[in-house]
């Protein structure tokens, strides 16, 4: 190519662009705000967590307390996000694929975990399962122990990601419609044989999507589990909250080696939810053509 | 090709009677009723919003009546759901499995039967073999639905769609998302299979045109209910009401008054018969090219030329009737040269006039 042919567009770009300086400023604020509040925050909390070499790091992990922790919290998760799988499902079905009175009204519902302080929603289980609550007495009296339980962790977990495999799913479902169920059962397909060689192949990877975010939020969940767990150690502390329990104890080590572990979890779940939506956005264009 | 219909897929008839549907306070459908023979090509024409594809969605079992009977071969349809209806269903839009291959898509119906009768791999494969044959888009068996052009999508959803051997088909707008060249090529390929196949078949559609070309009877209705039922001969030229005249074909539409026997057009009389029509505001309909043109003073109504534009073996020619405000095109043979400022004399050949009901 000739000269000729190149100056031409390399004057258009300069015409059609910021001049560069001001795109140098606007790119280095935005690294330099990433660096200070991403990236630093996050190599702190591997450089405490190996501050006192690897044994002291593996050591702080094998702990009792840090394997029960570590226990408790795949456990809640594990629980949450297969009833929520389950939920989130129902709810983006009913939604997408159905006419009905209070729509709009459950669509919002859906948002409220999001809205609500998790604090408040730890509480609410309390005002229900506490020994001062609604159901509490007579759960005493059938000896089931809700508070300061697992079972009352796995509730309040499952409130607080309630919203995110729904609303993964709603605009997707919505977009694809109805019409492809239809055929199917006019093919004399079975609902269960429709749910599951049409709908859920259409919508697998935003389900993915949902569990994926659901998953990160119950595992790191800090408030409103902190309500309901009552702190007995080795037994209702999840790691975020034996990550602040650590802390407060000055075990900087442990605590921060735990922490390492929630934030590798993040850089993982980055990983999977960027392949994730690659996969999402390719599903919504044609393919070929 | 024939084989694979005969072997235990016996005839049915559709009948359907009194259906009403209501969408809130709109009624879709509003009592209609309508056979369609063995081995039938009968096309549902209408407007938008005339109730066709709920009609069809019925008889499919995709929604349900508010009152009314569906019946196939004399056995209640109401009582089974969609699924067992054994109708093939071809939508608007195809709706193709897009997660699945162009095989799969026609296989889906044979998969999903239930253990007792259905067919092996082999069975299927050969299956689904035959209806790619049958649609002549074997070569696109591999292919995902979006690799597909439109054309080709409509006829693998007609494929999938007999892959279950249907008693009856049902097509919601067959070409209504293909452009102009690929609809026409494809109206003569559905006509001749279904020649092929000979399953009694429903199609609706918006477009007359298509209507009359490939169904053997036409259904034409409007705002919930039917009209008129015809060959397309029939309803094009005996239109039974009003709509049917000024929905199908095109028709030159003048305000009338029908006084005793007589009818007059802004007070002049015309030299026609009221054929029995009760006296009152009247509208009458002429089919642009049933105007016979002569010199002034020869005919029923007057008027000057404003207009000619000539194209193939007609003349089209703007002419403002005299004695009233209408402005009417019709189409004239060119062997009666007409140009602008021309006084002529117009005579209906053939006319129809209705009660003006609104």
């Known amino acids: 190519m000739s000269e000729l042919q190149i100056s031409p567009g390399s004057v258009r770009d300069d015409l059609r662009t910021e001049p560069r300086l001001v795109r140098g400023i606007i790119i280095a604020i935005a690294l330099i705000f990433l660096t200070v509040f991403v990236v630093l925050p996050l190599v702190v909390v591997f450089a405490q967590a190996f501050s006192r070499g690897i044994g002291a790091y593996v050591a702080a992990l094998s702990d009792p307390e840090a394997l029960s922790a570590i226990r408790l919290t795949l456990c809640v998760a594990a629980i949450s996000v297969s009833l929520n799988l389950v939920f989130g499902l129902v709810a983006a079905w009913a939604i997408a694929k159905f006419d009905f009175r209070g729509k709009t009204f459950l669509i919002s519902l859906i948002d409220l975990p999001f809205s609500v302080s998790p604090v408040i929603s730890g509480l609410v289980f309390v005002l229900l399962f506490g020994a001062q609550g609604y159901w509490g007495p007579w759960l005493q009296s059938h000896n089931v122990h809700v508070l300061f339980a697992v079972p009352g962790i796995a509730l309040a977990t499952i409130f607080v990601t309630f919203p995110f495999v729904a609303r993964a799913l709603i605009p997707l479902m919505q977009e694809q419609g109805t019409q492809e169920e239809e055929a199917a059962i006019s093919l004399g397909a079975s609902g269960l044989q429709t749910f599951f060689r049409v709908t859920l192949p259409n919508i697998k990877w935003g389900v993915l999507y949902g569990v994926l975010l659901s998953n990160a939020r119950a595992m790191g969940e800090f408030g409103a589990v902190s309500v309901v767990s009552g702190h007995i150690r080795g037994e209702t502390n999840t790691m975020p909250l034996l990550v602040e329990i650590l802390y407060n104890e000055y075990q900087f080590v442990s605590s921060f080696a735990i922490a390492s572990l929630l934030a590798l979890l993040a850089l993982i779940t980055l990983v999977a939810k960027t392949i994730l939506e690659r996969h999402l956005d390719e599903g919504q264009l044609p393919r070929g053509d | ?358």
């Not at chain 2, 009977?69 to 009582?79: I, K, P, W």
């Not at chain 2, 040269?337 to 021309?342: H, I, Q, R, S, T």
């Open chain 2, 1 to 358: 090709m024939n084989g694979i219909w005969t072997k235990g897929n016996f005839r049915v008839a559709i009948e359907v009677k009194n259906i009403v549907k209501r969408f809130g306070a709109f009624a879709a459908l509003d009592g209609v009723d309508l056979k369609a023979a063995n081995g039938e090509l009968l096309a549902l024409l209408g407007p938008s919003g005339s109730g066709k594809t709920t009609l069809l969605r019925i008889i499919a079992g995709l929604d349900w009546p508010d009152a009314g009977e569906v019946s196939f071969d004399g056995e209640n349809a109401l009582a089974h759901g969609a699924g067992e209806r054994h109708v093939g269903f071809v939508f608007q839009h195809y709706a193709l499995f897009r997660h699945m291959t162009v095989f799969e898509n026609v296989a889906f119906g044979l998969r999903v039967q239930p253990r007792a009768i259905r067919k092996d791999e082999t069975g299927i494969r050969r299956r689904v073999k035959e209806l790619l044959d049958l649609v002549q888009l074997d070569w696109l068996a591999d292919r995902y639905p979006s690799q597909l052009s439109g054309g080709q999508r409509q006829r693998i959803a007609l494929a999938r769609a007999l892959a279950i051997e249907p008693r009856i088909l049902l097509l919601d707008e067959p070409f209504g998302a293909l452009d102009a060249k690929v609809r026409k090529e494809l109206r003569q390929w559905l006509r001749s299979l279904h020649q092929e196949i000979n399953v009694t078949s429903i199609f609706v559609t918006h477009d007359q045109e298509e209507a009359l070309e490939v169904a053997n009877r036409v259904v034409v209705m409007d705002k919930g209910r039917i009209e008129q039922i015809g060959t397309p001969g029939d309803v094009y030229d005996n239109p039974a009401t009003a709509f049917v005249h000024s929905f199908i074909g095109e028709s030159i539409v003048l305000p009338v008054e029908v006084c005793d026997g007589c009818v007059r057009l802004g007070g002049r009389a015309l030299n026609i018969a009221a054929n029995g029509l009760a006296s009152g505001p009247s509208k009458l309909f002429v089919r642009r090219h049933d105007m016979q043109v002569g010199p002034a003073g020869s005919g029923a109504l007057e008027g000057a030329v404003r207009h000619v534009r000539t194209f193939g073996p007609i003349q089209r020619a703007e002419v403002a009737l005299s004695g009233g405000e209408s402005v009417i095109e019709i189409d004239a043979p060119r062997d009666r040269e007409l140009k602008a400022g021309d006084i002529v004399g117009l005579q209906p050949r053939r006319y129809r006039i209705f009660a003006a009901t609104e």
